[in-house]
């Protein structure tokens, strides 16, 4: 009788190991948790330097979610990761086209707008079905407002960037104006709210709604797009390389206009579920980009505009900000989470960097020991 | 005369800090940098430097603090700019995301530490650091009142650094190895220019520019800092390529934007316009948006503008 070869199976693991270490994907992963930490490392800094005594208590409540609120607080964690999934998912799919879509607080902003319009005034509309107008409204005027720097940029080769920009300033005092003009009071609240889908029975007592099955089944149809369809084929070559599209005899100019538009929807969507899942919050004059649509820009980039990247990272943006709701009665104030987000967003730049100095160095040691 | 004194007036104070950061933008792009945290150093430049003003506020002379607290505005911008230059030319990533993460951080950062400092929502500046009055130019009779009084001191630094641009871009080595930087890096290598010196050079001047107007803008244009700059970093960059990335041009059409920009505090001041005041606040960004639209197929860009430059290996 023989015993199983020790050699073989050791040489197979290696090789297997060899195999996932070197595969693209789990670089794009690594480099993904690579910033992740560095972000939570300079959020546990920020906190130690402003009140060393809570610091402790505080970094666990951020990182450990809803979980201080119990079953609320992890419902209303979904609630809140459903627009950031969606406006991340936004910038995702106009990066697809080789577009940085920096618009997305405009499109947010305007969407939640329309939405709310729809639910508080157009009370000819009834209740029941009143919610899905609604959501369609803000799907149509984040559309809009993607859809015209998708224009310039198709007809007049605009910079995007530049364009969305400025898009997302005339949003803000846009919407500022319009909250004037049709509410009487300067903070508008919805007269009506998502249907929950059995999903507060799961989560007792908090709002999570039907948002965040809509943002995970546009995560997945998104990830299909890019994979399985002719449009997602298109859209990445036009992406990857202008000319050869044209050469090919894809309709460049309609590519790029369809995918702002999504994009643009994409995001009016985010800030029409927000605003409409009945959290208590409300749309006031602001003179700032609005956060969720920031957040959803960053949490792109870190997933690498992979969709279900960005579905994960959106979740986990999700609870770390309901996780930052608790740490006001530290004396800590809630902006942290955007520090948070945005170191995470400048380290995910040259991640990929650090993880490769990583397994470098890994593997350097193995060497140094035979 | 009264409204053309306020037009005036209140057209410099917002085109200044306009016109200092678009020149902080010149100064990268021309260099091939695409240098899009122009807004983020803003809001650095304008957090250090209020706070710095409100600290030291009653133990020095008015004129004399602003100017200190313009260079440390200025140096809070660099700051921010050797980050970009790390990220983005050691080690040779893309240049908008690390632009955007910079953006993104220092506004919510400004929005953390005013919530934790102060009650309010933002920083108030108590003083006026305008000069009310320059013996004997003041009492010319019409130009008097008009170019002499009730100015600020950074109306005449913007100036300076006007000419300032123009001799270095054109008559001095840094400014013409920029230019051929920003025209074809590869060709720039080879004749033997360091493109990663000369480009992190000319970002961290840019941040500095670009933190000076900062603090600029809080003094002369809002007064109170609440973690926003209105923009102006991103205006900057249209700003940028409508005047066609040539000092004189960048300064026209920020006179222009500038204006435009004034026309809500003027209405402040002199009535003209009835309805929201949001309407007219939001004339400029509209107006940027038309003439880039109309004016793009006509701009040409400096060649390896956002390009990394190519290495042999």
């Known amino acids: 009788m023989r015993f199983p070869d020790i050699d073989k199976m050791t040489t197979r693991i290696r090789y297997t190991w060899k195999g996932i270490k070197d595969s693209p994907q789990f670089r794009h992963v690594l480099a993904s948790v690579a910033a992740i930490a560095a972000g939570l490392v300079v959020c546990f800094a920020i906190l130690l330097l402003t009140h060393p005594s809570g610091a402790f208590l505080a970094f666990w409540r951020i990182i450990t979610g809803g979980r201080t609120g119990g079953s609320a607080g992890r419902g209303n964690a979904l609630c809140l990761a459903a627009p950031i999934i969606l406006t991340g998912l936004s910038v995702g799919f106009a990066k697809r086209v080789g577009q940085f879509n920096v618009g997305t607080p405009g499109q947010f902003l305007f969407g939640a707008f329309s939405a709310l319009y729809i639910g508080a005034q157009c009370t000819f509309i009834p209740v029941s079905i009143r919610w899905a107008v609604a959501l369609l409204g803000a799907f149509l005027a984040g559309a809009l407002w993607g859809l015209i720097p998708g224009v310039l940029k198709a007809v007049k080769k605009t910079d995007i960037f530049i364009t969305a920009m400025l898009m997302n300033f005339i949003a803000v005092f846009g919407v500022d104006w319009l909250i004037g003009a049709a509410f009487s009071n300067p903070t508008v609240q919805s007269g009506i709210v998502l249907p929950s889908m059995g999903l507060n029975k799961l989560f007792e007592g908090s709002c999570a709604n039907i948002g965040i099955i809509i943002a995970v089944l546009c995560a997945l149809i998104i990830y299909i797009l890019f994979k399985r369809t002719v449009f997602g084929f298109e859209m990445n070559v036009v992406g990857q390389n202008y000319e050869t599209a044209l050469n090919i005899g894809i309709n460049t100019k309609k590519t790029m206009i369809v995918s702002m538009f999504i994009s643009g929807a994409l995001s009016g969507l985010g800030g029409g579920i927000l605003y409409l899942s009945g959290t208590g919050l409300t749309l006031a004059v602001s003179e700032t980009l609005a956060f969720e649509g920031l957040v959803g820009i960053a949490a792109a980039a870190i997933a690498l505009f992979n969709p279900l990247g960005i579905l994960f990272v959106g979740l986990y943006f999700g609870c770390i900000q309901q996780g930052s709701t608790y740490i006001a009665e530290l004396g800590y104030s809630s902006n942290i989470i955007g520090i948070i987000t945005s170191v995470m967003f400048y380290f995910s730049a040259f991640s990929t960097v650090i993880g490769n100095i990583v397994l470098k160095s890994g593997a350097s040691k193995k060497r140094g020991v035979k | ?313």
């Open chain 2, 1 to 313: 005369m009264t409204v053309i004194n306020i037009i005036v007036h209140q057209a410099a104070n917002f085109s200044v800090p306009l016109f200092i950061v678009a020149l902080g933008g010149m100064f990268a792009q021309r260099s091939g940098f695409k240098n899009i945290a122009l807004e983020g150093m803003m809001m650095t430049g304008a957090l250090v430097g209020t706070s710095f003003l409100v600290i030291f506020e009653s133990k020095m002379n008015d004129q004399a603090l602003f100017l200190i607290a313009v260079c440390v505005s200025g140096l809070a911008g660099m700051l921010l700019a050797f980050f970009y230059a790390l990220a983005s030319i050691k080690f040779k990533r893309e240049q908008l995301l690390p632009g955007m993460a910079l953006n993104m951080a220092s506004g919510f950062f400004s929005l953390y530490l005013i919530d934790q400092l102060s009650k309010d929502a933002y920083i108030d500046l108590t003083k006026n650091f305008s000069i009310q009055s320059i013996p004997y130019l003041s009492d010319v009779p019409i130009l008097g009142k008009l170019l002499f009084s009730d100015i600020y001191v950074t109306t005449l630094i913007g100036l300076v650094l006007l000419v300032v641009a123009i001799i270095m871009i054109n008559n001095t080595r840094l400014g013409l190895r920029m230019t051929a930087c920003g025209e074809n890096a590869e060709a720039a290598a080879s004749a033997g220019i360091d493109v990663d010196k000369i480009r992190t050079v000319c970002v961290l001047i840019s941040g500095f520019l670009a933190g000076m107007a900062g603090l600029v803008f809080v003094v002369t244009a809002s007064n109170s800092f609440g973690g926003s700059v209105a923009g102006y970093g991103y205006l900057a960059l249209a700003v940028l390529s409508l005047g066609r990335w040539k000092p004189m041009g960048v300064f026209v059409s920020s006179a222009v934007l500038g204006i435009l920009c004034a026309l809500p505090a003027v209405n402040e001041k002199a009535p003209f316009f009835m309805g929201s005041p949001y309407l007219l606040r939001i004339i400029p960004y509209l107006a940027t948006l038309i003439i880039f639209a109309l004016s793009a197929p006509h701009i040409r860009m400096p060649k390896s503008l956002g390009k990394h430059q190519k290495t042999g290996k």
